[in-house]
Each structure stands twice: as C-alpha cells, then as structure tokens.
Nanobody, 116 residues
Framework: QVQLVESGGGLVQAGGSLSVSCVAS????????MSWYRQAPGKQRELVAT???????NYADSVKGRFTISRDNAKNTLYLQMNSLKPEDTAVYYC??????????WGQGTQVTVSS
C-alpha cells in the first residue's frame, strides 16, 4: 500500500508561479513512474507531466516550457514547479504513483486557482 499526500497550491495571478509537492509513504520501494494530473470543473482528468524513477520527464503540450516535474527518491517526494501560469491552468492537481507497474495510487488533490 502507498499513501500520497499533496501540499502547496493556492491562488495566484496570471503570469505568476506556484509549486505543489507530494509525499509518498508506505511501501514506496515499489514506486516507479510518478505523475501529476489535473482536473478542471466539468472536464476530464488529464495528464500534466510524468517522471520515471530515473528522472526522465515528459509533459503535456499545454504545459511544456512552463512546468517542471521533479522527484527526490530519497525523500519519496514528487514536485511540480509551475511558472507563467494561465487561468486555464486552474484545476485540482492530483499526484499519481504507479507501483510495480500494476497498481495505481492517487493523492487527495490540491486546488490551484489562477486569476486573470
């Protein structure tokens, strides 16, 4: 079992920056890929960025060049640095962990609101 707890987020003006983090606990040794997803009101949850245990990152086109995903395996922590934020980035951001390539674990989500 893995537990994921996000923190950070909040309210920021367009063009500003914000960061969110996610701490994993439990049987973390089995975690390989970790990701950030987001879900805006009335929309489906979408993948924002993903990072392998070795640090290889991939991004959705909508955030490429503005967001940076990173992880500290020793601290079992996942990060998302968000710069040049836009109102369309407003969403609940969820941490996701893939465990032993099979089990999916989710955090409870953290709200990010970007005002215009």
């Amino acid at each position: 079992q893995v537990q994921l707890v996000e923190s950070g987020g909040g309210l920021v003006q367009a063009g500003g920056s914000l960061s969110v983090s996610c701490v994993a606990s439990g049987t973390t040794i089995g975690i390989n890929t970790m990701s950030w997803y987001r879900q805006a009101p009335g929309k489906q949850r979408e993948l924002v960025a993903t990072i392998s245990r070795g640090g290889i990152a991939n991004y959705a086109d909508s955030v490429k060049g503005r967001f940076t995903i990173s992880r500290d395996n020793a601290k079992n922590t996942l990060y998302l640095q968000m710069n040049s934020l836009k109102p369309e980035d407003t969403a609940v951001y969820y941490c996701h962990a893939l465990w032993l390539g099979v089990n999916n674990y989710w955090g409870q989500g953290t709200q990010v609101t970007v005002s215009s």
